[in-house]
């Protein structure tokens, strides 16, 4: 059973930052890509960044600049390092990843982790 699992959410001032990270378990061959989604209040999921096994890395435009996302392949971990963290980045953020299993691809999502921005 494959698992992601994120940790390191939490409640910060605006200006200030926070580490998140998503490790994957489980019996799988590869993590082919790994993203960072997020879901503020009333409002649709959205891509934040995404990594590859390369390391090839996207952004969204409103978080260029001030999230940086990377992993590890050796601990299967993907970090989203945020900084400079601002009101409208408040959202549940859900780690998501394409996982090859004897050749074929799955998708897995995480459960979830709340980040909230506030004075």
């Known amino acids: 059973q494959v698992q992601l699992v994120e940790s390191g959410g939490g409640l910060v001032q605006p200006g200030g930052s926070l580490r998140l990270s998503c490790a994957a378990s489980?019996?799988?061959?590869?993590?082919?890509?790994m993203n960072w989604f997020r879901q503020g209040p009333e409002k649709q999921r959205d891509v934040v960044a995404s990594i590859t096994s390369s390391g090839e890395t996207n952004y969204a435009d409103s978080v260029k600049g001030r999230f940086t996302i990377s992993r590890d392949n050796a601990k299967n971990t993907m970090y989203l390092q945020m900084d400079r963290l601002k009101p409208e980045d408040t959202a549940v953020y859900y780690c998501?990843?394409?996982?090859?299993?004897?050749?074929?691809?799955?998708?897995?999502w995480g459960q979830g982790t709340q980040v909230t921005v506030s004075s």
């Open positions: 489980g019996k799988f061959d590869n993590i082919i890509v």
């Open positions: 998501f990843a394409m996982i090859g299993i004897k050749g074929v691809p799955y998708p897995y």
